[in-house]
């Protein structure tokens, strides 16, 4: 670990060198890349040199206790044991910090919410978790923009694909990926008779051009007519576009807008960020084949969490965590499942590394 530290702090004094040289301010572009380096490698050198400090301080109260003073020695041995404790605290917090950063981590996410098994109940848990999931984006200051959606007749959705941008968006949502379960009277039960119903969610990392060159002769864009639930015509000209990876037979369809021109749009967002999690997802594979443990991989196929509304309460099974405040989660208020979430997987990789 020590020689890693020593590399990024020489990177460190690198860029900070680079940065100084007055003719880069002209390259902006440049310079807020250098910047962003910087940035990103402050908080590991910052304790790196605390901990170098810390180290040399424990070496010269040792020396104080070889003194004859009584008093100097136990002053010397209460130093050292409170050194020692920050010690400690400044070594795991350093093994945190030069874990393998997710490159995903600062970027803006592509949610996929989809109804499962349940009909109409799952379709309406689906509208209740794009509204849990806006709520929360709210709360952050991120904004929320609807990609696509097929809504159903009773305020549900069969399917719905919304963008959320904000600073650590995807570091948040990253871990929702999964089966949603939820357990309930419907409101079309008359027996009073507890149903279990189903909702996938997908999260993906939006894509950046430069990430994925995609050749145009690969994708094709087919337009048709929108329509609405039962059959409503949205509008009458071609707007609708669906459009197709030939290599990858991924396909998107968007029909949300009326201008043919913002539905090609959104949905080449979409098309871009399911070829970027099919290319990591690709990459991952490879990699788990060498390594115990793949952090942030989680198998959507598996039920990841129930929420039990009758008894009021959530369960994210990943990581046996049980609250007793569904209302309150569903009104956005998941920072508690989230940070459970985050430190559980860190924890996990402070293992594998260990």
Not at 148 to 158: I, N, Q
């Amino acid at each position: 670990m020590l020689d890693k530290l020593a590399e990024v702090e020489k990177r460190y004094e690198e860029l900070e060198r680079l940065m100084s040289d007055p003719g880069l301010a002209t390259l902006q572009r440049e310079y807020s890349k250098l910047a962003k380096e910087r940035s990103e490698l402050e908080e590991i050198v910052v304790s790196y040199r605390e901990w170098r400090k810390v180290e040399q301080e424990i070496q010269e109260n040792r020396q104080l206790l070889e003194e004859n003073d009584e008093a100097i020695r136990e002053l010397a041995k209460e130093e050292v044991n409170a050194l020692r404790q920050r010690e400690e605290e400044l070594e795991n917090r350093l093994k945190y910090l030069i874990l393998p950063k997710d490159p995903n981590d600062s970027k803006n996410v592509i949610i996929e919410i989809r109804a499962g098994t349940g009909g109409d109940e799952a379709a309406l848990f689906a509208g209740e978790l794009y509204r849990m999931y806006s709520r929360y984006a709210e709360s952050r200051g991120w904004r929320v923009e609807i990609l696509t959606s097929s809504p159903t007749g009773l305020g549900g959705f069969k399917e719905i694909i919304l963008m959320v941008e904000g600073k650590g968006a995807y570091s948040r949502l990253k871990f929702e990926g999964g089966v949603h379960r939820v357990q309930r009277v419907p409101v079309t039960e008359g027996s009073g008779r507890i149903h279990t119903s189903a909702v996938t969610v997908a999260v993906l990392a939006e894509a950046d051009e430069v990430e994925l060159d995609i050749d145009p002769k690969d994708i094709r864009i087919d337009v048709f007519r929108s329509s609405g639930p039962g059959g409503q015509s949205v509008n009458t000209t071609d707007s609708a576009v669906r459009i197709t990876h030939i290599p990858s037979g991924i396909v998107v369809s968007c029909q949300d807008e009326k201008s043919q021109h913002k539905n090609r749009a959104k949905g080449m967002k979409i098309m871009m960020a399911r070829l970027l999690e099919k290319k990591q997802e690709e990459q991952r594979s490879e990699i788990a084949a060498t390594r115990k443990l793949m952090v942030g991989s989680g198998d959507r196929s598996e039920r990841i969490r129930t929420y039990n509304f009758p008894q009021g309460r959530l369960t994210d099974h990943r990581i046996n965590l049980t609250i007793y405040q569904l209302e309150r989660i569903m009104d956005g208020q998941i920072d508690e499942i989230v940070d459970g979430l985050i430190t559980h997987y860190q924890a996990e990789a402070l293992k594998a590394t260990g």
